[in-house]
């Protein structure tokens, strides 16, 4: 109920801070005899490490997994999956300077007035680090969607104002910025940089899709799969919006131009165009599930800003570190593991209220 | 689990079809001592209600609220409240001719995909009068929230391309696009028209603000009010994306520029803009919340349309009978709704969850 | 959370006051395509239903079942089900007098302390009439497990101190305590006479047996079959203890006696006893899973009682009226439904958490 | 959904197996500002842990417990609190010639029926040591109780035949099976040696009482008090029946001598006699809470049994190793710590759910 669970028939619970000792998860609902191991897991974790490219925080975090429970000789066991990455290396002492003063943008201010209190330390659990955990989550998802061909992949379509003109799907893994478009993933990077040099930050879009879902998954009324995913996603700090298929440029067509008109050819059922992203009624349709976000330039800049102090008084913050000048890249992984645990979830859901 | 459940403290269960006996909603978390009547519920309804005007679906539909259980002498008793809306009138008979077939844009497909089933009639539980228990529910919200003071108010801010230029929230209720700017209201009304005269529908953008929220609302991690208020939205029918304070927008912003910077004046703390839309962290600042939705056209269109029927030979359909031409005016009260249910079981919440 | 809704892949949420308009319930979770009908219900209730003979309150309640949603052409639409049942020609006028006294073994008291306010009018929300809702929502439970082959049988055991001898089941049915020995019966129900007779009542043991139940349901830890079990039995208003198979027998036995021995024949695994009850380790055996429940005597007896009244004074209390001088013969249905919902919420959930 | 969470708005979700690499808790809802620390758990773990005397297992296990997360500054911050206690030391081996018969009275069948697969290590995820994690989180449950002078204590009421007969609170922790009579304690100190001398086991009967609970707490229906602590005690493995208050033995009484009088005294409510067990209609009383488990004796036992194998074959086994001849001395923490874990839950639950 306070925040930290995330799904219902494939659950998950996480903890940590980004200065504690160590962040976590555990997975609740995954059945028995899945095949997974420590590399599964760090394989999606390496993808969400800092110190990727020179367009994320040179940072150094070795984020290595540790599988604690749940699984035995190689197989789950249906008991709950614990895993840990302890945090290491971490310096608390740049916090220290900044300790009673409100970072624009960040948790700060808020938590302080939720909790009357602030874990200055990094953000504490209102920091990104806490995505390990999720992306570790995610990556069991993964396994168990896979086990029905279903996979998710994610990319980044616009950074800095520069939009993705061309979709080559080997390319994603091969830029620093996570773009489907090598021409343009080049711009993107040149976009980020040139923020760097100023102290300052950009946003942008990526884009997550999620390729042979069956059609009949999701639930009606409040948890319809559009549902689940927008409020995975607006889970994710940074995010700002969420979009399925068409999205806002729906709000500017007519209905003969939105709905997708449905064709049966071999036996099968084929939709025209995909305004819908895959979901209507809250149920998939069997076409692709397409999900857009929106990301927020990173808050911490080195660019002095105004702000307030933990006693009310007017101050100026000037944040020092080694910050993403664009976090889009970092998101990739995040968005689809967090798409992914909806899906799990969906999935075993599904199997519980099938049909007599 | 099902998808027809909203809520953890303060929580709604809906039921009932369109066609059915009636619609309903059980209300629980309520606490005791709440002045409540029939008249509260009926006034929201009202708002949601076919037959208002010109741009909605002259469809004649009552809906008279009748409040079943947990209220006493005019005040709530912390039982469940249960409340029905009888469906009266319903002819059913205008599906019966495209019973197998399935309407584009709608839930018929995948209801029968899930389901191995469909109930034609009127849509069913997909039905957007499946929303009358989300305002009736929404109705009890805005009455607890009053107690603190938080106000909800929904308004079109554009539609079939035309966008509002001017705020008057006297306005709102005057014109029937639910704009808070007459002008852009008369021309909206204009582009409805026209659509309708082809047989054709408009979609539009529907922004929700929810006033003197106190900072501190909300859950960090997966439970973040935007999170929240983004399901919430999403679980609309016709909503296809979501926005949160500067939203899309955010994504071309630089870091220096989307940041809100923070002053103290007369020992309060004031932010210079509102970027993030009231919410940061996934907590409340004491800002506006401000959250916008992408709606749709109406699917039900009266242009033909290709589509398959159930048994998977392809076929058209022209869809007869008396339907919105545009759904945002009639979405405002529901979103307002949506948006007061995030809020009343935050604000639950919230009280279990204090500092020592 | 707040205490009306139970279950969680099938789930029922229960509303309504011994006095108000009605009492009602809503299932979320049952599957497509379930043959129901209200008779499937009525039959349960009444069962339920008072007046049905000498040891029973004479008061005469119809209880007539009205299926408002969720059910189409006679099958489940896999929408959720409502149901009511209107509060017909109830006498408000006899609690009047009493409406400021706490009455001894009654609610009046809690509620008030936790309400701050009291719904005397018979009990309001505490009411027993609160468990037509439970019994609904149990004959749809037991439509789903009959599907399985199981069944959910109660009886009497133990009534004013008389105990069971013999078990004819087919007696159950037969006479007015629903003791499956005639012979104890016949006593149980003078015991009840003569206790009624000073306008006292007396307590009992109620059994129940569920049949055929697969081995391999119910959930580890927090989950177990068991203690779901103690807990929907012991959420009955009148019951005070819940024991499984040998249940406090098992504190007084030796581990060489306790454990049941295991033997196969034919393929097929038999225990040797069923000191278990059917369960091990929260998990059923595929034997009769048996529990039984301690009711207490009906706390309304028109023997005069000392008490307080909501002002903190003194007091003496005489309850008139017709209240069941036992309420064993009426708890079967109720604590049969209890069981039901477990055994199909575990049911379903098993199938969502089954193994690769 | 899967078993391994307890509660709502205090939530613990435990991991970890008998002989995997650590069992662990995290704990989600406690309120920021809760001084705590690793010796406020170690205490009670202290109390659970094997070795403890001669009624015990001798089995050497340290179980130092470490905290992860969610405590800064010696307080708790409002994020997950996790915790872990290493498993050291485990010796596998005895389980290998075991590891194809399922052990009589154990989950070892249920287990393999239900997961189709078994982790014969030391009973796996069914192990006692499983509560460790929940003796954790009741310590962190015990201290939120202690901020509004709630306590809970247990005791061993009966073993092996032999009843307590005086009550003397001190005693409890000074003699072996956590007796509060001192000669009682010594005749079931001596009835356990001559079942372990046989190789054989005895079981009792434990009882949990709660002080200073404040009237007005728990949820109505199913939510009542009562039942959610019936759940609780009956989640713990070896435990075959609970009641509250005069439980059982109410099923002989008259409603005159059961219904508890009520009398007024310096503005104070009191009781006459506590046959409630301090709840009524599910709410605390503010009387005593007071709840009895029975408790089987131990399964795992040198005197040899009849079973069969996984492949269906008869056999026969006869269990090594070092295994307690009664568990009750180590249930009363246990027993303690869950019945903390309802209160916690109930109280937090409560604060949002006051009056108007």
């Given at each position: 109920?306070?925040g930290?669970?995330?799904?219902?028939?494939?659950?998950i619970?996480?903890?940590?801070e980004?200065?504690?000792?160590?962040?976590?998860?555990?997975?609740?609902g995954?059945?028995?005899?899945?095949?997974?191991?420590?590399?599964?897991?760090?394989?999606?974790?390496?993808?969400?490490r800092p110190?990727q490219s020179?367009?994320t925080?040179?940072?150094?975090?070795?984020d290595?997994?540790?599988?604690?429970?749940?699984v035995?000789?190689?197989?789950t066991?249906?008991?709950?999956?614990?895993?840990?990455?302890w945090n290491?290396?971490?310096?608390s002492?740049k916090?220290?300077?900044?300790?009673?003063?409100?970072?624009?943008?960040?948790?700060?201010?808020?938590?302080?007035?939720?909790f009357?209190?602030?874990?200055y330390?990094?953000?504490?659990?209102?920091?990104?680090?806490?995505?390990?955990?999720?992306?570790?989550?995610?990556?069991?998802?993964?396994?168990i969607l896979?086990?029905k061909?279903?996979?998710?992949?994610g990319?980044?379509?616009?950074?800095?104002?520069?939009?993705?003109?061309?979709f080559?799907e080997?390319?994603?893994?091969?830029?620093s910025?996570?773009?489907?478009?090598k021409?343009?993933?080049?711009?993107?990077?040149?976009?980020?940089?040139?923020?760097?040099?100023?102290?300052?930050?950009?946003?942008?879009?990526?884009?997550?899709?999620?390729?042979?879902?069956?059609a009949?998954?999701?639930?009606p009324?409040?948890g319809?799969l559009g549902?689940?995913?927008a409020?995975a996603?607006?889970?994710?700090?940074?995010?700002?919006?969420?979009?399925?298929?068409a999205?806002?440029?729906?709000?500017?067509?007519?209905?003969?131009?939105?709905?997708?008109?449905?064709?049966?050819s071999?036996?099968?059922v084929?939709?025209?165009s995909?305004?819908?992203?895959?979901?209507?009624?809250?149920?998939?349709?069997g076409?692709e599930i397409?999900?857009?976000?929106?990301?927020?330039?990173?808050?911490?800049i080195?660019?002095?800003q105004?702000?307030?102090?933990?006693?009310?008084?007017?101050?100026?913050?000037?944040?020092k570190?080694?910050?993403?000048?664009?976090i889009?890249?970092?998101v990739?992984?995040?968005?689809?593991?967090?798409?992914?645990?909806v899906?799990a979830?969906?999935?075993?859901?599904?199997?519980?209220?099938g049909?007599?």
């Amino acid at each position: 109920m306070s925040g930290n669970v995330f799904g219902k028939s494939f659950q998950i619970i996480t903890f940590g801070e980004s200065h504690g000792k160590a962040v976590g998860v555990v997975i609740d609902g995954v059945q028995a005899g899945l095949r997974i191991g420590e590399d599964d897991i760090q394989k999606e974790l390496d993808r969400r490490r800092p110190g990727q490219s020179a367009v994320t925080t040179p940072r150094k975090e070795e984020d290595k997994v540790e599988i604690l429970s749940g699984v035995f000789e190689g197989k789950t066991t249906g008991a709950p999956i614990a895993m840990l990455v302890w945090n290491k290396g971490m310096d608390s002492s740049k916090y220290e300077k900044i300790k009673d003063l409100f970072r624009p943008g960040q948790a700060d201010f808020t938590y302080f007035k939720k909790f009357g209190f602030r874990d200055y330390r990094g953000g504490g659990r209102a920091s990104g680090r806490e995505t390990i955990a999720r992306v570790a989550g995610g990556a069991v998802a993964k396994k168990i969607l896979a086990k029905k061909g279903i996979s998710v992949v994610g990319y980044s379509t616009e950074i800095g104002g520069i939009k993705a003109k061309k979709f080559d799907e080997q390319e994603i893994e091969r830029n620093s910025v996570r773009c489907a478009d090598k021409q343009a993933a080049a711009k993107m990077e040149k976009a980020i940089l040139a923020a760097k040099a100023k102290g300052d930050s950009v946003g942008g879009i990526v884009e997550i899709v999620a390729r042979n879902v069956p059609a009949g998954l999701g639930e009606p009324v409040f948890g319809k799969l559009g549902a689940e995913i927008a409020k995975a996603l607006m889970s994710i700090g940074a995010v700002k919006g969420v979009e399925i298929g068409a999205g806002f440029a729906a709000a500017r067509m007519k209905g003969s131009e939105c709905n997708d008109a449905m064709r049966s050819s071999g036996g099968k059922v084929a939709f025209k165009s995909n305004n819908a992203g895959g979901i209507l009624g809250g149920i998939s349709t069997g076409q692709e599930i397409v999900a857009r976000i929106a990301v927020k330039p990173t808050p911490s800049i080195s660019i002095p800003q105004k702000t307030v102090d933990i006693h009310g008084k007017n101050s100026a913050i000037k944040i020092k570190g080694m910050h993403d000048p664009c976090i889009c890249p970092r998101v990739v992984p995040v968005a689809e593991a967090m798409v992914a645990l909806v899906l799990a979830d969906a999935l075993l859901t599904q199997q519980a209220r099938g049909k007599y």
